[in-house]
Structures are given as structure tokens and as C-alpha cells.
């Protein structure tokens, strides 16, 4: 007989029962739907997930996000155990760079320092001088002594970049297909809508929408600005799935999500049924080898050393 689970709180109840017995945290990314966002030890950016889950010390690691995160708790915490909630969510930006088209890179500019921003594969992040996350690219890249960067897979990061820094930022052609869709357009419309509204957008989005932009930040940067900023309603440029914490913090105030086509179509995948399924069957671990793990470490460790 087919076992029908139909309810949030049972779901819920067993996920936590099976929790404790397998001595796991559960972490998920804030774009996660909310029902996974309530169930998780912790949520937050990449860069907080990343910290979070090498100081882990239970046994399993339950990760609610998309592939290559789930590889930065593998890199930096190999010893646990690292299930990705949803086995078939993953990153497209972080697949529009393999190995062989970063060695062809490299080779074109044999002075540049490679910034790889962390949507990227553990096998990439192995061949790069350093990871950079959206809360840190700036403060990295400004700590290498190289005047030439090599910035990587996301143009529109290293295009913001590039505005903060001197130095010569080399773009690869890269995008997330979530933040590219919101338009400068869409920005303006919400603005005479709101005129005294801030505009928050993530540093994936065109240079034309950064441009209308009252602040460029993380994901988990924005909660801590909204917290912060003064204003009672926000406009928020970055995947839907941040407006649960957005609003759970700061119930007060109001949060317009500029686009509404802005939807990661991996990162909808998880649900609790399946974070349950994984968590029962012990699937989706995920595994690298040795030999890329300890170069890639080396490259997300000079990052945490930064910021
Ligand atoms: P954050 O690190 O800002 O959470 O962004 C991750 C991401 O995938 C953005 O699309
Ligand atoms: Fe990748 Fe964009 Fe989804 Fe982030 S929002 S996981 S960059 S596709």
C-alpha cells in the first residue's frame, strides 16, 4: 500500500523525529520554500551556510539548496555526512563553466588571479586562486595583490565588482536566469509606485537594474538591512523565496517583490516530502574526490581568511 502523507505538521513531526535519531542539522538557503525554511536548524546565504556547516558537528548535514552548496559542505567538512535534500537541484549559472573553459581562460590571461564565485562546481573552484561569495566579492577581490582579476562565471557579479574596485575586472560570460529577468523597467514602474521605498537588489541582477539600485547585497544582507533601514516598505530585487524571512523578521513592515517571474526553478524543487524521502533513504550524498576536495578547500579557505 502506498503510504499518502498529507499534512505540513506530520511532515514536519517526522523530519524532526528522524532528525534526532540520525543526529543531524538540517540548513537551508533563503530562497527555500517556507515550509523547508521553518523546518531547518538554520537558514541563511551562501557565505553563512558555508561557515555554518564546517564548524558541523553531528553526523549528517541535511542540505536544503542547490548542488554546488551542498559540495562547500562536503569541501569543508568532509568528514560528516552531506545529503542534498533534492538530488536533481542544481545551479545553471554554476554549469556554464567547466574545468577545460577555465584552463582556456587562464590561458588567455596568464597574469589575472581567477575569482570564482561560489555557484560554481567543486572541480572549478579547484583550479581558481579564490571563491568569492555576493556578501564578499568586493572585499576579496581588493585583497589580491594582482592589478588583473579573472572573475567567474557571473558577469553581472564581476560587473559590480568592477565598479568598486581599480582593477581590471575580466568577465566571463556567465548569468543566473533567475536575476537577469528583472528589467530596469520593472525597477522604474515599482518606483512610482513606492516612491519612497528603497530599491535592495542582489549583485547577480544587469548592470541597468544595479544603476536604480538604493543597495546592492546578499541575500541575508537584505534581512539585516531591512532590519536596520528606517523604511517602512521595501522593494526587493532577488528570488522570491526571501520574502518568508524578510516578512517573518520584520512583520511590520511591508516587502514588494519588484518581478514576479523572479523564480529559481532548482531551489523550488525541495519540499518537505522530499527532504523527508532523502532523509529516510539516506540518498543524495554527495561525494568528491579527494585530490579536487583539498584544492577547492584551499580556495574557499583563503576566502573565509578575508571575509
Ligand atoms: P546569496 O549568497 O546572496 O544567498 O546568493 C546565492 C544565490 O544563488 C543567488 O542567486
Ligand atoms: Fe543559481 Fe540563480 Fe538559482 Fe541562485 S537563483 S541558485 S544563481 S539559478
Redesign the pocket.
Known amino acids: 500500500m502506498v503510504e499518502t502523507i498529507d499534512s505540513t505538521t506530520e511532515l514536519r513531526e517526522r523530519i524532526l523525529a528522524l532528525k534526532r535519531r540520525l543526529n543531524a542539522v538540517i540548513v537551508a ?1 533563503n ?1 527555500q520554500r517556507p515550509e523547508v525554511q521553518d523546518v531547518a536548524d538554520f537558514v541563511g546565504d551562501s557565505l553563512e551556510l558555508a561557515r555554518r556547516t564546517r564548524d558541523v558537528e553531528a553526523d549528517v548535514i541535511v542540505f536544503c ?2 548542488h554546488f552548496m551542498a559540495e562547500n559542505a562536503v569541501i569543508l567538512n568532509p568528514t560528516r555526512t552531506v545529503l542534498l535534500a533534492e538530488g536533481s537541484a542544481g ?4 554549469d556554464m563553466i567547466d574545468v577545460d573553459d577555465l584552463r582556456e581562460w587562464r590561458q588567455r590571461y596568464p597574469q589575472a588571479a581567477v575569482v570564482c564565485y561560489v ?1 560554481s562546481t567543486a572541480a572549478v573552484k579547484a583550479e581558481s586562486d579564490i571563491c568569492c561569495t555576493s556578501a564578499n566579492a568586493v572585499k576579496v577581490v581588493e585583497s589580491l595583490p594582482h592589478e588583473e582579476v579573472l572573475f567567474i562565471p ?1 558577469q553581472h557579479l564581476g560587473h559590480y565588482v568592477s565598479t568598486k574596485t581599480s582593477k581590471r575586472i575580466i568577465l566571463y560570460p556567465g548569468f ?4 537577469v529577468r528583472l528589467t530596469a523597467k520593472q525597477v522604474i514602474r515599482a518606483k512610482e509606485l513606492h516612491p519612497q521605498a528603497p530599491v535592495v537588489v542582489h549583485p ?1 541582477c544587469t548592470a541597468e537594474v544595479i544603476a536604480l539600485a538604493d543597495a546592492v547585497l546578499s541575500t541575508s544582507q537584505m534581512v539585516k538591512y531591512a532590519t536596520q533601514s528606517p523604511a517602512q516598505t521595501l522593494l526587493i530585487g532577488t ?1 522570491e523565496g526571501l520574502l518568508h524571512r524578510l516578512r517573518k523578521e520584520n512583520p511590520a513592515k511591508a516587502f514588494y517583490l519588484i518581478s514576479n517571474s523572479m523564480f ?4 523550488k524543487r525541495t519540499k518537505l516530502e522530499t527532504v523527508l524521502k532523502t532523509m529516510e533513504l539516506g540518498c543524495n550524498a554527495i561525494a568528491i574526490p579527494e585530490e579536487i576536495r583539498v584544492k577547492a578547500l584551499g580556495a574557499l579557505d583563503r576566502m573565509l581568511a578575508v571575509a
Open positions: 538557503h530562497y539548496g542547490v545551479c545553471p549559472m554554476a555557484n557571473d543566473c536566469i533567475t536575476h547577480e528570488e529559481c526553478p532548482n531551489m
